[in-house]
């Protein structure tokens, strides 16, 4: 998709952070190869299930799979 090509040219992104993020944002719950949709979120100590929808702020990133602080903000 033109979102995963366009995360992957960001410094210090990766595939499978790349592919979280286009599972959190895309409207379906198919995990794409290495990414991450509502089934692995209920795993988490505080479970939550993926937004399946579009970014309420860029801070809303921190619960994707994968990404850090260090990752978001550099």
Do not use: Q
Request: no cysteine.
């Amino acid at each position: 998709t033109a979102l995963y090509a366009a995360l992957l040219k960001l410094p210090g992104m990766n595939e499978e952070v790349a592919d979280a993020i286009v599972d959190w944002v895309d409207a379906d719950d198919d995990p794409r190869a290495a990414g991450a949709e509502t089934s692995h979120y209920p795993t988490l100590e505080y479970p939550y299930k993926a937004k399946n929808g579009p970014l309420n702020s860029l801070d809303e990133l921190l619960l994707v799979k994968g990404v850090t602080k260090e990752l978001l903000y550099g």
